[in-house]
């Protein structure tokens, strides 16, 4: 059974820092490729959050049913198909936007760059994140079991 409300819990923040991260990187690959010439209309904006959307609902498809564990092996499974799900996502979605051009191999490697940047990023953040949370959690129980002993 999904938890539903900590799936989408997830996904919204999983959102948010993918769009900071989309921002960015968008801000430096058209500096690099466009040499700061390119002028762009509001619907690019409109692009990269319906973009960083559809990259946040992998964990939907990827996500494991609450109350169990990933193997080692579910992990790096999960990672794969989830980097495999975002790289279509977003070439798709770029080159239907005209963000790149397929023929110039120079653009196609820095949007592979820019989407390895991101996906690294959103995990490292998401790490720390839940790191944060079981050293809190871990801190609540501390606390509780001292109050048991008292």
Same mark, same amino acid.
């Given at each position: 059974m !999904?938890?539903?409300k900590?799936?989408? @819990?997830? /996904?919204?923040?999983?959102?948010?820092i993918?769009?900071?991260?989309?921002? =960015?990187?968008?801000?430096?690959y058209?500096?690099?490729f %466009?040499?700061?010439?390119?002028?762009?209309g #509001?619907?690019?904006?409109?692009q990269?959050?319906? =973009?960083?959307?559809?990259c946040?609902l992998? $964990?939907?498809?990827?996500g /494991? +049913?609450?109350?169990? $564990?990933?193997?080692?092996?579910q992990?790096?499974?999960?990672?794969?198909l989830?980097? !495999?799900?975002?790289n279509i =996502?977003?070439? @798709?979605?770029?080159?239907r936007?005209?963000w %790149?051009? +397929?023929e110039?191999? +120079?653009? =196609?490697i @820095?949007?592979?760059v820019?989407?390895?940047? #991101?996906?690294?990023?959103v995990?490292? /953040?998401?790490y720390?994140?839940d790191?944060?949370m079981?050293?809190?959690?871990?801190?609540?129980?501390? $606390?509780?079991?001292?109050?048991l002993e008292?």
């Amino acid at each position: 059974m !999904i938890n539903w409300k900590k799936t989408i @819990g997830n /996904m919204l923040q999983h959102y948010m820092i993918i769009t900071f991260a989309v921002l =960015v990187v968008t801000a430096t690959y058209i500096s690099v490729f %466009f040499d700061g010439g390119y002028r762009f209309g #509001v619907e690019l904006l409109w692009q990269i959050l319906l =973009v960083s959307f559809v990259c946040s609902l992998s $964990e939907l498809f990827f996500g /494991m +049913p609450d109350g169990k $564990e990933f193997t080692k092996k579910q992990w790096i499974v999960r990672w794969v198909l989830c980097y !495999i799900y975002v790289n279509i =996502v977003v070439l @798709g979605c770029g080159f239907r936007f005209g963000w %790149f051009a +397929p023929e110039s191999i +120079p653009m =196609v490697i @820095g949007m592979l760059v820019c989407i390895a940047a #991101v996906y690294l990023f959103v995990y490292v /953040m998401v790490y720390f994140k839940d790191v944060k949370m079981a050293d809190q959690m871990n801190q609540k129980l501390l $606390e509780r079991n001292q109050g048991l002993e008292d």
